[in-house]
Structures are given as structure tokens and as C-alpha cells.
């Protein structure tokens, strides 16, 4: 299975980035790759995580660090919806993503 990520969670893994580098960008370069691996490591397995149907059917999630990975598969990939920090309100976060035209 392959490995997609919507703009959004692009958007999201391009400001963990940004954030870590801001004091340490050896760091923030090592844990995005870590972050895309926890990904690939999903589409081994991607019904072995959490089903999420109070944020949307068909979600689940992955918590890797202090960080929840959302996705959904259609079978042939895994779309990463968002990647957000394990602090934030992730449903309302994931909600106002999901409610934009």
C-alpha cells in the first residue's frame, strides 16, 4: 500500500519541521524522516491502529511521539489527513479542516 499525504498534513509535517529547527535543525530534519517512516510503517498494517468514527467514518489514527497521525485508506493508500500535536484540541482542529469547502 502506498503513502499519500493530503496539502494539509504536508502543511503540518512542513511546521513540526519548522518548529523543531528552531532549535535544533539537525533534529527537525531526523524527525520528519521519523515521522514518514511511522507513516510507511501504517501502510503495513493500516486497520492495526485506532478507528476514529467520532471525528469522521472511515478514520483512524496513530499516535507516534507527542504527535497523532490521522489517515484513511481506500485499499490501495493511505491518505495522511493531518498530523497534529498530541496537545491540541485534535477534534476541533480536524473538524474545522473537515467542514472547509
Avoid: W
Avoid at 504536508?10 to 527537525?28: Q, W
Avoid at 495522511?80 to 473537515?98: C, G, N, S, T, Y
Amino acid at each position: 500500500m502506498g503513502v499519500r499525504f493530503t496539502p494539509l498534513a504536508g502543511a503540518d509535517l512542513e511546521e513540526i519541521g519548522d518548529y523543531i529547527a528552531r532549535a535544533n535543525p539537525a533534529r527537525a530534519r531526523s524527525f520528519v524522516v521519523e515521522l514518514r517512516k511511522q507513516c510507511e510503517k501504517i501502510s503495513r498494517n493500516p486497520l492495526g491502529y485506532r478507528a476514529r468514527p467520532e471525528l469522521a467514518e472511515g478514520l483512524h489514527s496513530c499516535v507516534f511521539r507527542h504527535y497523532v497521525i490521522l489517515y484513511r485508506t481506500d485499499g490501495m493508500n493511505v491518505l495522511i489527513v493531518r498530523l497534529l500535536h498530541e496537545a491540541m484540541d485534535i477534534p476541533r482542529k480536524f473538524l474545522v479542516q473537515e467542514e472547509a469547502p
